[in-house]
């Protein structure tokens, strides 16, 4: 009986492509968080930098008075902010995973199967957003114990979480392009450290874009994190607002991460070579 609904999944698969490829994401997803519930030392490492920007920078910077954050507090005004470089750091430097997966002979075996190769990079788009998932909640809970005012409205949490997947999603993309060109890990890991201050720093993480030099502006406005940070301070802070708007911020997400993806696609398998 098992063989015979086996053989008609794979018929359904081969007649809706959508849902094959879906299908084989989802597999992949599930695989990588598998590795991560059987080692989670990562996620509680990840946990400790956001606490540590909020509860020391952020107590620092929220006395400064020259910082324009509107009708919100610094403190509420930079908590978006950190969330979104808690999935940019996370994210980044997924990679490096990627490459222990070829030099172990996993991506070898990946790519004979009979997946598609956009399928097994997707699968693991997905999965880096249930990382991000739970550096929402710690964020949450460092927000609410600092007494920053959150949106609750379903909606508000709904949006949040998909903004967080999605720039999980492109900076997890990004990272697995960097390592199918690099190829080592020593290499990943000097670009790794190189690219992350430029994007957050260029964003509009802890700091209005209206502070910025022209120049710097200009640059931060082609940061996909920017636009990550804008829809987070539009959904997640009461008060907040998305200063680009919200088609724009998850459009221009998208946008991105469907060319990550294509790219992506096309480099995975020359990892091996």
């Given at each position: 009986?098992?063989?015979?609904?086996?053989?008609?999944?794979?018929?359904?698969?081969?007649?809706?492509?959508?849902?094959?490829?879906?299908?084989?994401?989802?597999?992949?997803?599930?695989?990588?968080?598998?590795?991560?519930?059987?080692?989670?030392?990562?996620?509680?490492?990840?946990?400790?930098?956001?606490?540590?920007?909020?509860?020391?920078?952020?107590?620092?910077?929220?006395?400064?008075?020259?910082?324009?954050?509107?009708?919100?507090?610094?403190?509420?005004?930079?908590?978006?902010?950190?969330?979104?470089?808690?999935?940019?750091?996370?994210?980044?430097?997924?990679?490096?995973?990627?490459?222990?997966?070829?030099?172990?002979?996993?991506?070898?075996?990946?790519?004979?199967?009979?997946?598609?190769?956009?399928?097994?990079?997707?699968?693991?788009?997905?999965?880096?957003?249930?990382?991000?998932?739970?550096?929402?909640?710690?964020?949450?809970?460092?927000?609410?114990?600092?007494?920053i005012g959150l949106r609750w409205q379903p909606y508000a949490i709904l949006g949040v979480l998909f903004s967080v997947a999605l720039g999980s999603a492109i900076f997890s993309t990004f990272s697995l392009i960097v390592a199918c060109i690099v190829k080592t890990r020593e290499r990943f890991m000097g670009i790794g450290q190189l690219l992350t201050m430029p994007l957050f720093f260029a964003s509009n993480a802890i700091y209005p874009l209206t502070l910025m030099p022209v120049?710097?502006?200009?640059?931060?406005?082609?940061?996909?994190?920017?636009?990550?940070?804008?829809?987070?301070?539009?959904?997640?802070?009461?008060?907040?607002?998305?200063?680009?708007?919200?088609?724009?911020?998850?459009?221009?997400?998208?946008?991105?991460?469907?060319?990550?993806?294509?790219?992506?696609?096309?480099?995975?398998?020359?990892?091996?070579?």
């Open positions: 009986m098992s063989g015979k609904q086996e053989e008609l999944q794979t018929a359904w698969a081969d007649s809706f492509p959508l849902l094959g490829f879906l299908k084989e994401s989802l597999a992949i997803a599930e695989v990588e968080l598998k590795k991560l519930i059987r080692d989670p030392t990562e996620l509680f490492t990840r946990a400790v930098q956001p606490v540590l920007w909020i509860v020391i920078f952020g107590q620092v910077f929220s006395r400064v008075r020259g910082i324009p954050t509107g009708t919100i507090g610094y403190l509420a005004f930079m908590t978006p902010g950190i969330l979104a470089q808690s999935v940019l750091f996370s994210a980044i430097f997924y990679g490096i995973a990627v490459i222990w997966e070829r030099d172990l002979g996993i991506i070898h075996k990946l790519l004979v199967s009979p997946a598609r190769r956009g399928s097994l990079v997707f699968g693991k788009a997905i999965s880096s957003g249930f990382r991000g998932f739970v550096q929402v909640v710690v964020i949450y809970f460092l927000a609410i114990a600092m007494g120049w710097l502006r200009w640059f931060a406005r082609l940061n996909p994190l920017t636009y990550l940070v804008d829809s987070l301070r539009g959904l997640m802070i009461t008060g907040g607002h998305s200063v680009h708007g919200f088609g724009v911020d998850f459009g221009v997400m998208l946008f991105v991460f469907i060319i990550f993806l294509l790219i992506a696609d096309r480099l995975y398998p020359t990892l091996v070579q």
